[in-house]
């Protein structure tokens, strides 16, 4: 009941406004909702600053764009193993194999010094488990929470990404890239990862969707660690 009186409070607010050209209405951002409700689109952050074996990625859904969070945890193991849980599809289970696998052979390079997870029992999950995923964009992401895992150091702040990996490390181009702006700016990041084939799609895009944004395209994930893990 409360809800439905609030519902007709804003209603007759607005319809006040939009029927009395001739009276002045100071509408701030602090006395928006008062006029038009509580926004329709929030925020899908769940952490304000990102915890060890965390990353955000950049989702394309039939809804428009969404933040897409891999979290990674490890256990003790008799031997080293992952498994992924989110309702993931078959291209990006395949995504979480290659990211595990691209990792695995490039250890020496992005941890020296560390052991591939060394019985351990690797798990990764996509939050939302009610919500199916899929498709093959977030695997630089996957790389990234777990290096995060593995070597106990968080990713930078504010920081989303998307592309796919292959083997060898190349990142190739994504589809979405007008909604996964969209998404970013909507959840407060300012620094986005995105692959260098995708550069003109960017270009495309209006000001005002681009504006506050720190960019960066990359062809290998060589450039994404170094973004991601500045202090490293």
């Known amino acids: 009941m409360l809800k439905k009186e609030q519902k007709q409070v804003t209603k007759s607010k607005s319809k006040k406004a939009a029927t009395s050209p001739h009276t002045k209405y100071s509408i701030t951002p602090q006395s928006l909702k008062e006029y038009l409700g509580k926004p329709?689109?929030?925020?899908?952050?769940?952490?304000l600053r990102t915890p060890i074996g965390v990353c955000m990625g950049l989702a394309w859904t039939a809804l428009g764009g969404a933040t897409l969070y891999i979290e990674t945890i490890k256990v003790a193991g008799e031997k080293t193993a992952m498994k992924l849980t989110g309702q993931a599809?078959?291209?990006m289970k395949e995504s979480a194999?290659?990211?595990w696998s691209y990792l695995h052979s490039a250890i020496a390079k992005y941890a020296p010094g560390f052991t591939f997870f060394e019985k351990s029992q690797v798990h990764i999950h996509i939050p939302e488990g009610a919500t199916p995923k899929d498709g093959p964009s977030a695997g630089i992401t996957m790389v990234t929470a777990l290096l995060s895992l593995l070597t106990e150091n968080p990713v930078l702040d504010n920081l989303g990404m998307t592309g796919e990996l292959t083997l060898t490390g190349r990142i190739l181009p994504i589809g979405g890239v007008k909604e996964k702006m969209v998404a970013a700016r909507r959840s407060g990041l300012k620094v986005l990862i995105f692959p260098k084939d995708n550069l003109r799609d960017y270009e495309e895009l209006p000001d005002y969707i681009r504006k506050g944004m720190t960019m960066h395209f990359v062809e290998h994930y060589d450039e994404v660690f170094k973004i991601a893990f500045p202090k490293r």
């Open 89 to 91: 599809g078959e291209v």
């Open 40 to 47: 329709v689109h929030t925020s899908d952050r769940f952490y």
């Open 97 to 99: 194999e290659i990211a």
